[in-house]
Every structure is written in C-alpha cells, then in structure tokens.
C-alpha cells in the first residue's frame, strides 16, 4: 500500500498559480502511473493529470491542457502539479492517486486507482 499526503491547496483569484505537492511513502515503485483528480461539489471525481514515472510521460485532462504540469521526484517520492492562469471552474478537492490497476492508468478513471491522499481544497475567486 501507499500513503500519500497532498499538500499546497488554497485559495487564488482568476488568472493566478498554485503549486500541489504528494508526498509518497510506504510501498512506492520506481516505474508505475500516478495522478491528480479533482472533485467538485455535485460532480464526478476527474482525471487531471497523470504521470508515468518510468519514462516521463504524461496525459492530461482537455480541461487544463496548456495550463497544468505534472511532475514527479523520484528521488525524493514526491508529485506535483504547477496549475496556472487558474478559472473559477478548477476550484474543487484535489486528491493525489497511485497504485493504478490494468493497461489503461492513463486514461484516469478514479476506480483503476487503489491509493488516494486525503485531499487538499482549491478555490479559485473570479
């Protein structure tokens, strides 16, 4: 199992940045998806970003395509999404997810992934 602990949520007006952090501890592989979803009252939780710490790759969700960036130290088993020229509509509970099941992590359907952060709260004001 992994234990992951997210960390940097907040509040932000529109056209800002804010930076997540997961801390990752416990049974951790070197070669595996990881990712951030995002949950917004009413709404489905979705995919946001998703890595591949083997090689670098990344997927991202159409909504933040060009604004978020998703990275991962592996040195020091931490994930992070830069989220810039932030919009009301990416205000929501951002969770940090690993431990993805079957061929297809990246297309980030919450119920492949076993281990979730607690999550961390982002409002974004207009």
């Known amino acids: 199992q992994v234990q992951l602990v997210e960390s940097g949520g907040g509040s932000v007006q529109a056209g800002g940045s804010l930076r997540l952090s997961c801390a990752a501890s416990?049974?951790?592989?070197?070669?595996?998806?990881m990712g951030w979803f995002r949950q917004a009252p009413g709404k489905e939780r979705e995919g946001v970003a998703s890595?591949?710490?083997?090689?670098?790759?990344?997927r991202y969700g159409d909504s933040v395509k060009g604004r978020f960036t998703i990275s991962r130290d592996n040195a020091k088993n931490t994930l992070s999404l830069e989220m810039n020229s932030l919009e009301p509509e990416d205000t929501a509970m951002y969770y940090c997810?690993?431990?993805?099941?079957?061929?297809?992590?990246?297309?980030?359907?919450?119920?492949?992934?076993?281990?979730w952060g607690q999550g961390t709260q982002v409002t974004v004001s207009s």
């Open positions: 890595i591949y710490t083997g090689t670098g790759s990344t």
């Open positions: 416990g049974h951790t592989y070197s070669r595996h998806w």
């Open positions: 997810a690993a431990d993805c099941s079957g061929y297809n992590c990246h297309i980030m359907k919450p119920e492949t992934y076993k281990s």
